[in-house]
T-cell receptor, first 115, second 115 residues
Framework: AQTVTQSQPEMSVQEAETVTLSCTYD???????LFWYKQPPSRQMILVIR??????QNATENRFSVNFQKAAKSFSLKISDSQLGDAAMYFCAYRNLEGYNKLIFGAGTRLAVHP | EAQVTQNPRYLITVTGKKLTVTCSQN?????MSWYRQDPGLGLRQIYY???????DKGDVPEGYKVSRKEKRNFPLILESPSPNQTSLYFC??????????????FGQGTRLTVV
């Protein structure tokens, strides 16, 4: 069975600085999807960025980028130029390529942004 | 506007009193699922449905029931709630097969407290 591990329950960053959130996963599949979701205090689940495992190039969405290391089964999220609105819980998630759209989540990392 | 609507957003109930959390989506998605979110555990799948009248257990189904009589609706039923079902619940929907752009859409969440 696939598992996702986020080893940092809490992180903090100064406004305008850069922070990296860690995520590792375990799977025997060769192709799959990986995601980072943001959950602000409103509880809404917001898709931040996604990566398809067969793509070598790391995904980037504005200030958000990932460092995808397939051999190491690592999928970290880098937030550049952190803003107060980035404060939230961040979840790493895995999904198989085939089959139905089941997401497997990590425990989450709570990010605080200090002015 | 494409959305998944859950009701209620907050619910406090007593042990043993049957309750239903409703979920409705307007995107004609085949696949719907329920997750519960608990501190330190992330989101875990409770039940899922591949289409009308087709449902199956997720990872933590004990104490829950679901039904899928219409494509747009997927209610979560707790026939005899217990305090260990106090949690944050999310409904999600997506197109059935896992394509690259098969994004999961989440409802706003339901905070359930069982006393």
């Amino acid at each position: 069975a696939q598992t996702v591990t986020q080893s940092q329950p809490e992180m903090s960053v100064q406004e305008a600085e850069t922070v990296t959130l860690s995520c590792t996963y375990d799977t025997s599949e060769s192709d799959y999807y990986l995601f980072w979701y943001k959950q602000p205090p409103s509880r809404q689940m917001i898709l931040v960025i996604r990566q398809e495992a067969y793509k070598q190039q790391n995904a980037t969405e504005n200030r958000f980028s990932v460092n995808f290391q397939k051999a190491a089964k690592s999928f970290s999220l880098k937030i550049s130029d952190s803003q107060l609105g980035d404060a939230a819980m961040y979840f790493c998630a895995y999904r198989n390529l085939e089959g139905y759209n089941k997401l497997i989540f990590g425990a989450g990392t709570r990010l605080a942004v200090h002015p | 506007e494409a959305q998944v609507t859950q009701n209620p957003r907050y619910l406090i109930t007593v042990t043993g009193k049957k309750l239903t959390v409703t979920c409705s989506q307007n995107m004609n998605h085949e696949y719907m699922s329920w997750y519960r979110q608990d501190p330190g555990l992330g989101l875990r799948q409770i039940y899922y449905s591949m289409n009308v009248e087709v449902t199956d257990k997720g990872d933590v189904p004990e104490g829950y029931k679901v039904s899928r009589k219409e494509k747009r609706n997927f209610p979560l039923i707790l026939e005899s709630p217990s305090p260990n079902q106090t949690s944050l619940y999310f409904c999600a929907s997506s197109l059935s097969k896992g394509g690259w752009n098969t994004e999961a859409f989440f409802g706003q969440g339901t905070r359930l407290t069982v006393v």
